[in-house]
């Protein structure tokens, strides 16, 4: 999967950090990889928990979220999207 990411990327002009990416495994085997995954010849840490968009995730046999900080997210997330179409429909946008 890192190499579609890394082909979109190229195909698409975009690079990704490595010092910003790491990797979890959700299963009940952790394997032991002999070949890290590696970003830009970097190999990438590997991680049970980890923040994105302000939300914890933790890795265990599966994702893990504490679904009260997700609805807080999407109610914030609703609250902009509405002002949003707001400020667009005054300026006839919409």
């Known amino acids: 999967m890192l190499d579609k990411c890394i ?3 190229v ?4 690079v990704f950090s490595a010092k910003k990416s790491l990797y ?3 299963s009940k085997k952790k394997p032991d990889y002999v070949n890290l995954p590696c970003l830009s010849h970097s190999p990438l840490p590997r991680v049970d928990v980890f923040k994105y968009l302000g939300i914890y995730f933790r890795v265990e046999d599966a994702l893990i979220v504490n679904c009260s900080v997700c609805r807080r997210f999407y109610s ?3 609250i902009l999207f509405q002002r949003a179409n707001i400020v667009l429909s005054l300026l006839n946008y919409s």
């Open 24 to 26: 979890a495994i959700a």
């Open 11 to 14: 195909e698409h002009n975009i």
């Open 76 to 78: 914030a997330c609703n």
């Open 7 to 9: 082909q979109y990327g």
